[in-house]
């Protein structure tokens, strides 16, 4: 028998969120298969994937047997989900912008991964700061509606796509740079949710968060590599964050000089959105930021060798990326410097066995010594 949630439930759950720690919550109906709502997604995604936006992040296109996409339908995943709680946490803090001046031999780390278990034991990675505070909410579930209510947490894990239940659940809306917006808190959010079988009442539905980016596209405008082909549009495999996370082997060539200084993500898009000019900081301390990965210098992350690197990144979202990775992205970020001094560090690296970090060290180096003929 579906269990309901009504109105009073909603607001219970939503207050529970609350006072789990979150700054921002709601619930949203999983629209039937048969609905044009989930239809018409379902086809946009695939689209998506099928032009081949979603680069080489395999989950993305993981397919059920019939060949549909998972992320294109929940209830593909899963049969029994009927809402999503939409948990919303603001880490935002008091710190630089990306886009503000800093000297040319210093690198960029998105905000988000400014946290971790590493050398100042500062926090932890956001994954391990949500999900304890989502199972806090899903056991006062589990006691209002039974242990039969089923019920699945996910933080950037599970198949679904948790941004279109942001905006349908009224958390905030989506913006031309595809994040989530909320008019009091920005972009500046994580998101988490709950996955339940628990049927939400039409009367308790939320009304979808209204679109409040109006004729703005700053963000478009800044995207250096033009990942943003339209308002809500991206082609991951060109965005910074794909390509300095995600991204494995050699970055094309001709995306290089866009990436910037950019080591590890990318928070241009969301810099230079006028609703972040007033958002908040968080008011959690689940994730303190250590300023050292605030325009790090990027000789110092150069030096590290893999024992340093574990023990400043250990807990933190560039453990999962991995010292190979960054030093690649290093290199590039040099090259773009204009620094003659990194030149030593770049022809050593030039020399390397690997051959993915030793390639880009060779462009890095044409990059500096081209400015000097």
């Given at each position: ?10 607001e ?38 099928s ?6 992040m ?26 999503v709680?939409?948990?919303?946490l ?45 199972h ?10 039974g ?8 933080v ?28 009091q ?80 993500g ?24 250590r ?41 590039i ?10 030149l030593?560090?770049?022809?050593q ?5 690997d051959?993915?970090?030793?390639e ?14």
């Amino acid at each position: 028998m579906v269990k309901i949630l009504t109105r009073a439930d909603r607001e219970w759950v939503e207050g529970r969120a609350l006072a789990a720690g979150f700054d921002l919550s709601g619930i949203a109906d999983v629209p039937s298969a048969a609905s044009e709502d989930a239809a018409q997604f379902d086809r946009r995604y695939a689209e998506w994937v099928s032009a081949g936006r979603a680069g080489e992040m395999e989950y993305l296109k993981r397919a059920d047997e019939d060949g549909s996409l998972l992320r294109g339908d929940l209830r593909r995943a899963m049969p029994w989900a009927r809402s999503v709680i939409v948990c919303a946490l603001n880490y935002n803090v008091e710190a630089p912008r990306s886009i503000e001046p800093a000297p040319a031999t210093t690198g960029w780390i998105a905000r988000y991964a400014w946290s971790g278990r590493g050398e100042s034991e500062g926090g932890s990675d956001y994954h391990d700061v949500l999900l304890p505070k989502l199972h806090a909410v899903e056991r006062e579930l589990k006691e209002r509606f039974g242990e039969d209510a089923e019920t699945r947490c996910y933080v950037d894990t599970g198949p679904i796509v948790e941004r279109g239940y942001a905006e349908r659940a009224g958390v905030g809306w989506i913006g031309k740079n595809t994040c989530v917006l909320n008019q009091q808190q920005g972009s500046w959010l994580l998101l988490g949710v709950i996955v339940t079988s628990l049927e939400l009442e039409r009367e308790a539905w939320t009304v979808a968060a209204a679109d409040r980016c109006g004729s703005c596209t700053r963000c478009i405008d800044a995207c250096p590599t033009d990942a943003l082909i339209a308002p809500r549009q991206m082609d991951a495999s060109r965005c910074i964050a794909y390509l300095t996370i995600e991204k494995k082997g050699s970055i094309a060539e001709e995306l290089r000089a866009d990436m910037g200084r950019q080591v590890f993500g990318c928070d241009i898009c969301q810099d230079v959105c006028p609703w972040n000019r007033r958002a908040p900081i968080g008011k959690s301390n689940a994730l303190p930021a250590r300023m050292e990965l605030v325009n790090p210098a990027l000789d110092w992350l150069a030096k590290m060798d893999g024992p340093t690197f574990n023990r400043w990144f250990r807990g933190s979202p560039l453990e999962r990326t991995r010292r190979k990775r960054i030093r690649r992205n290093v290199a590039i970020a040099m090259g773009n410097s204009g620094e003659q001094s990194f030149l030593p560090r770049l022809k050593q690296w030039a020399a390397e066995e690997d051959a993915v970090l030793a390639e880009a060290a060779d462009w890095a180096i044409h990059q500096l010594e081209s400015r000097t003929k």
